[in-house]
């Protein structure tokens, strides 16, 4: 019977002697321990007993009528046990003591000086103890190491994402003002209607393409409105079936009734992205079934605790594979950040840590059913919102967006942006003065404050930033409205932007639409 006050441990002796093998665990008892041993005395015995363990010691004789501590310790060794290894021998030598420490042995003690096992045993197992937690703090070192890289790589990643969408939000821009323009020049009906139409959704699919790869490098900010959550799936199912291999059979179950969320479009997008990419991985290049599937559920109070949620209507959208399927250890650890499956140089293991934070930043859960060899379904529930308010009537926007001749002075260092924006403005109804450097637009200002009635800037240019010039602008006309149109729209910005009184910080890919509406809103403000 073990005390409160024995420590448990598991005892392999190489012994030929039973009486020799009582008198060990005898001692060991005296020393502290609660020894469960077993004894064997040859080769065989010994391999299937190393086969069956796990120990926490050996302890061996030295010298066996036709097998020796030696061999025994030789066959120890090729196993690669870090466990201590004691000699107990009656009959062990200097020399041969020697020996045996140098071929790997912990320590030997003599049969008559049984006492000094359990003091030796301790301090051995002391120093396994010290070498585990070395190698695991060696190992936790390679991986932050390695996590540090990849942060650096995503780091990176995220600067080149945020130059290029400036850069190419200057580019659609451009094209969909100038579609916006050419839209309303001509008749309904005429032929290039549905030309310009095609160009407009692909400059707009391209628009949003750029907002994946800034969610994705964790550059944009959430943008929450009341969506429908349909469209976006069977969006996202377009653009996987022209990217999956043919093998693979991807189809949809979604239900026939409305279902709108509050959330951020482009991540909803990038949460079925990334579950249809791990469903392909799951698949392991062989031909298999990927189902999306989405449909309305109410969680009762009874299921809500267990889900993290609150009772009530949810938006139920899910992937199910027919790949591999994961076991308990992998399923345990399948959201955490650089956790990953697949081979170096094949996977991040971010992809599901990004939407599982998707989800929680959505308010929502995300679980998993899955058995090794059996597949996977991963189910995202989302909180139900009712259907959004229609937009007003054409006539009625158009009266609250309409223009008496304000002037606006518009700043950007791209022409082709600069003269879509300043036409936008023009035919809306505005007198619009339209600058490529800041100096020229800042001296207009100064020339006649009084006459500018809303100043917009870009806010990356060369020599000076938009909040530089938002700030000499405030400077020389207090209280005029002040916006700043960017490619890139981030927290920081946003708050220093408030900071210095800029009214309003608007997507540049967007402006040909929001640019109207919003001076009418500025100048109303005035």
């Known amino acids: 019977m073990t005390t409160m006050n024995e420590r448990p441990i598991r005892i392999l002796s190489v012994e030929d002697s039973e009486n020799d093998f009582r008198l060990a665990m005898r001692q060991l008892r005296k020393s502290g321990f609660a020894p469960e041993g077993r004894r064997v005395q040859d080769l065989p015995s010994l391999q299937q007993a190393l086969q069956e363990g796990p120990w926490d010691a050996v302890i ?11 061999q025994a310790l030789a066959e120890f060794r090729a196993r690669g046990l870090d466990i201590p290894f004691i000699f107990v021998s009656g009959t062990i030598g200097e020399e041969m003591a020697v020996a045996a420490m140098r071929a790997g042995a ?64 200057n580019i659609l821009g451009a094209i969909l003002g100038n579609i916006e323009i050419a839209l309303a020049d001509i008749e309904p009906g005429h032929p290039a209607q549905t030309a310009l139409g095609e160009i407009q959704q692909a400059s707009l699919r ?23 959550l349909k469209p976006i799936v069977e969006e996202t199912f377009r653009l996987l079936r022209a990217t999956l291999p043919a093998g693979v ?15 951020d479009a482009t991540q909803l997008q990038q949460v079925v992205m990334n579950l249809c990419t791990n469903a392909w991985h799951a698949l392991q290049d062989k031909p298999g079934r990927i189902v999306i599937g989405l449909d309305a559920i109410d969680v009762d109070a009874a299921d809500s605790g267990a889900r993290g949620l609150e009772a009530g209507a949810y938006a139920h ?14 399923l345990e650890r399948v959201f955490e950040p650089f956790f990953t499956t697949k081979s170096t140089g094949q996977g991040t293991g971010l992809g599901l840590s990004v939407v599982h934070g998707i989800v929680a930043a959505h308010n929502g859960s995300i679980t998993v059913d899955t058995l090794p060899g059996a597949g996977s379904t991963f189910h995202v529930l989302l909180p139900a919102t009712s259907e959004p308010l229609p937009l007003p009537a054409i006539h009625e926007r158009a009266a609250l967006m309409a223009a008496h001749g304000e002037h ?4 950007d260092d791209d022409e082709t942006v600069m003269l879509v924006m300043v036409r936008i403005l023009e035919r809306a109804g505005y007198r619009c ?11 207009s200002i100064r020339a006649a404050p009084a006459a500018v009635d809303v100043f917009i800037t870009d806010y990356n240019m060369p020599g000076r930033s938009g909040l530089d010039v ?31 009184g800029v009214m309003a910080v608007i997507e540049k890919e967007n402006a040909f639409r929001e640019i109207v509406p919003l001076v009418r809103r500025l100048v109303e403000k005035d």
């Open 206 to 228: 391209a628009r949003d393409l750029v907002r994946q790869i800034l969610t994705f490098s964790r550059r944009r900010p959430q943008q929450l409105e009341v969506i429908a």
């Open 106 to 169: 912990s320590d030997y003690v003599m049969k008559e000086n049984m006492g000094r096992l359990g003091p030796a045993l301790e301090r051995e197992l002391a120093q396994v103890a010290q070498r585990a937690a070395h190698r695991q703090a060696e190992a936790e070192l390679i991986r932050f190491e390695a996590q540090l890289h990849q942060a650096q790589k995503m780091e990176s990643l995220g600067t080149l994402a945020g130059g290029i969408a400036h850069d190419f939000n």
């Open 317 to 330: 959208l899910w992937v199910k594979d027919t790949g591999s399927g994961m076991d308990a250890r992998t």
């Open 60 to 70: 061996s004789d030295f010298s066996m009528p036709g097998f020796s501590g030696l």
């Open 249 to 263: 059979d991807l189809r949809q179950a979604l239900a026939d009734a409305p279902m709108y969320v509050h959330a």
């Open 433 to 443: 003065s339209g600058y490529l450097d800041a100096s020229e637009a800042l001296a």
């Open 408 to 411: 606006v002075v518009y700043l």
């Open 470 to 500: 938002a700030r000499e602008a405030a400077a020389l006309n207090p209280g005029m409205p002040i916006a700043i149109s960017t490619g890139l729209i981030t927290d920081d910005l946003c708050e220093r932007a408030r900071a210095l």
